[in-house]
């Protein structure tokens, strides 16, 4: 195996309630020992590159979190339902936004509401394997003291 990449990242407060985070990941992943005459082999659901926002802003005892992933195309394995026989399949780049907030009602009870995948995207993680589209959720969270 040979994996080359690197990772960076910048945060920033520009104003004393708000959190900025922006990450990049670039990637390189290949199976060495299964080269073939046309090159290395890449690793399976490693995306060549990944990026990353993330905002955050409190106010008094509200919080809200807004995340943005885009995540490059990736290498999987598709496994034919009868030989079981196995041929390389590429997945598409997906971009996920996720939305959260929460408000402190006491500080022991906390309201939280939470969309994942807030527009809806439609995409693949594993080969033959759905992920959630929409989903949104809420309740308390107790902590205890």
């Keep these: 195996m040979e994996t080359q990449g690197w990772e960076a990242f910048v945060a920033a407060e520009p104003v004393s309630q708000l959190t900025l985070r ?5 990637l390189t992943a290949n199976d060495m020992t299964q080269a073939d005459t046309l090159g290395p082999i890449p690793l399976v659901r490693r995306a060549d590159y990944k990026i990353s926002l993330d905002a955050g802003y409190q106010w008094r005892a509200a919080h809200v979190q807004l995340s943005v992933q885009r995540v490059g195309a990736r290498w999987d394995l598709a496994f034919d339902p009868v030989t079981y026989a196995s041929r390389q399949v590429s997945l598409e780049p997906y971009t996920l936004v996720n939305l959260a907030a929460a408000y ?3 500080p022991v009870l ?5 969309i ?11 080969s033959g394997y759905n992920t959630l589209r929409f989903a949104a959720l809420g309740g308390l969270r107790y902590q205890w003291k």
Excluded at 22 to 26: A, E, H, N, Q, R
Excluded at 110 to 114: E, G, M, N, S, V
Aim: aromatic share 16%.
């Design 22 to 26: 922006l990450g990049y990941t670039k």
């Design 116 to 126: 994942n995948n807030l527009l809806d995207a439609d995409y693949t993680e594993v």
């Design 104 to 106: 402190d009602i006491t």
């Design 110 to 114: 906390q309201a939280y509401f939470k």
